[in-house]
């Protein structure tokens, strides 16, 4: 078709702004604004040429979608989108898509579906989608959108999902979000949101799915008691406060993510740990106190507990056997206990040989807790099929290092650091194949480095200082990948200067060194120690 001569397309745009102005208003005749470069696409360059009679809502629809592709930063020449999806193109507006990302429609041919996630939108959400009132799923996550939430967006009331997590959205959380009778999924994480948790929320009574956190919300969580439905909550990484909920109406929950806030002095509800299919509970970094809950023996989804970082108080061997008590089912996918992470927290007491009955573990983070006291229990050895991490760092563990630990092959991180360990390295160690950072320093360690250390292939850091080591540094553990390595503060004789003439040298070396008569000869350290002084060491 021809171009529209002057006064033909001042007749569609005048038409036009009018049946729009409902949605638009004044916006329409601002020629600078993304409203006015829809309706100019609309009216003149759009190839479908809708008639000026066109019924509103097939009208609105289309320039809601086009103004849509224009406020977040689509251009027809260019723009930050990274697919155009067909915007723009002569085809309905429910055809805009590339297969799931898009525009989607309905039976009726209205928009129900706004899915663009990962597409390199910018600009803000037009106030004006609210327009389309079949809206059920608003998927624009992983972009880089910025302004606020519609405050309108309370009128969507078919709206079930809605995901703009990864974006760069500002202001507070609209109450009339929760005000939404459909709303299941709401995931607006990950952006710089402020202000409280509307009260609203406790409204939300078909909710399933809540993840707030990364944002810079404050204040309390409102009561979630009547969220009966609620399968995750994550409102973790914000600054809220007050008392934790006691999720005791919500049995159902699997997903309860409120880590790093300031719950300052608050306690754990008792009845979290009865909730029997909770499966992920992370309260660490929270500033909380009191005993670590009791879990039901019938807690039987549970994988993952991070409770670091508090001043959480109790026994370690009670806390040991009630988790090890907790009945998996063989008839779903739950391996059992994978991640036990309470370190950093003010526990007392033993590890309980029963640790060896949490089938599945994985992670074992128990440091930084200074009253833990005893020995490590020989049956960490029978978590050999499972356990690739364990912490036991700056604790009041005494005896020896259990030779069984060397049947933990899949270990690739192991930390004693700062204990109270004696006795010699176990050359059972050596048997650590996929061992990527092992730290034994500050213990009262003796004898010498085990040759079986040779086979340590996979080693990046390896910390063997402040004990009392001694003999010479083996050669055979200048692995090509070390790129720490700590040996001061012991009776080594010499270190192989091979150490000192790699092609790729090591980052971090430190060894005893310094003084006016040194133990080794390192000209490559980065640090020079000098034993029994205070402080030990000086850089080169």
């Known amino acids: 078709e021809g171009e529209l001569g002057v006064s033909e397309a001042e007749q569609r745009i005048e038409a036009f702004t009018g049946s729009l102005s409902p949605i638009s208003g004044d916006a329409l005749l601002d020629t600078s604004s993304n409203q006015y ?4 696409w609309l009216a003149t360059e759009d190839e479908m040429m809708l008639p000026t009679d066109t019924a509103f809502e ?14 977040t930063g689509g251009d027809q020449n260019g723009g930050s989108w990274i697919l155009q999806l067909e915007f723009l193109s002569g085809q309905s507006e429910c055809d805009w898509n590339d297969g799931a990302i898009g525009l989607g429609c309905n039976d009726q041919r209205e928009i129900n579906v706004v899915q663009i996630d990962n597409n390199g939108l910018t ?7 609210t327009f ?18 519609p405050t309108s967006i309370g009128v969507l009331t078919r709206l079930a999902q809605l995901e703009l997590d990864e974006n760069r959205l500002s202001s507070t959380i609209p109450d009339e979000l929760f005000e939404i009778p459909t709303l299941v999924r709401l995931w607006l994480d990950n952006n710089t949101l402020v202000g409280e948790l509307p009260s609203t929320l406790s409204g939300a009574t078909a909710l399933t799915s809540l993840s707030l956190f990364r944002n810079g919300l404050q204040g309390t969580i409102p009561d979630i008691g ?35 806030n300031s719950f300052n002095g608050q306690t754990i509800p008792p009845s979290i740990g009865q909730l029997t299919r909770l499966s992920s509970l992370s309260l ?136 109270d360990l ?88 430190r060894s005893d060194c310094g003084g006016a008569t040194p133990e080794v000869s390192c000209p490559c350290c980065s640090q020079c120690c000098i034993d029994d002084a205070s402080p030990s060491c000086t850089a080169t």
């Open 37 to 40: 470069k829809a309706l100019n």
């Open 58 to 71: 097939p009208l609105a629809q289309r320039y809601i979608a086009a103004l849509f592709f224009f406020e």
């Open 123 to 129: 600009g803000r959400i037009p106030d004006e989608i």
């Open 132 to 149: 389309l009132a079949q809206l059920t799923t608003i998927k624009l996550d992983d972009n880089m959108i910025s302004g606020t939430i």
């Open 226 to 260: 009547a969220l009966t439905n609620l399968d995750y909550i994550g409102l973790g990484t914000n600054s809220l406060s007050g008392p934790l909920p006691p999720f005791d109406t919500i049995p159902n929950i699997r997903f309860v993510w409120l880590h790093q």
């Open 284 to 419: 660490y970094d929270c500033e909380l106190t009191g005993p670590i809950p009791s879990f039901s023996s019938n807690t039987g989804y549970l994988e993952l507990l991070y409770l670091y970082n508090n001043s959480l108080t109790g026994d370690l061997a009670a806390i040991i056997d009630d988790l090890a008590s907790i009945r998996y089912g063989a008839d779903d996918n739950t391996n059992g206990l994978e991640q036990l992470e309470i370190n950093r927290n003010k526990l007392s007491g033993t590890i309980s040989s029963a640790l060896s009955q949490i089938n599945g573990l994985k992670e074992l983070w128990l440091g930084t807790n200074s009253d833990v006291t005893g020995t490590v229990p020989s049956e960490i050895g029978m978590l050999a099929g499972t356990l690739e991490h364990v912490s036991l760092g700056q604790t009041n563990l005494t005896g020896t290092i259990p030779t069984e630990i060397g049947e933990l092959t899949l270990l690739t991180e192991l930390s004693f650091y700062q204990s």
């Open 422 to 509: 004696s006795g010699q390295i176990p050359s059972e160690l050596g048997n650590l194949g996929a061992i990527v950072f092992l730290d034994v320093q500050q213990q009262r360690l003796t004898g010498t480095i085990p040759d079986t250390f040779g086979g340590l292939s996979s080693i990046v850091g390896l910390g063997l200082a402040d004990n009392e080591l001694s003999g010479t540094v083996l050669e055979a553990l200048n692995h090509p990948d070390l790129d720490t390595f700590y040996v001061q503060g012991n009776n080594f004789v010499s270190l192989p200067a091979s150490f000192c003439t790699r092609t790729d040298p090591i980052d971090d070396l």
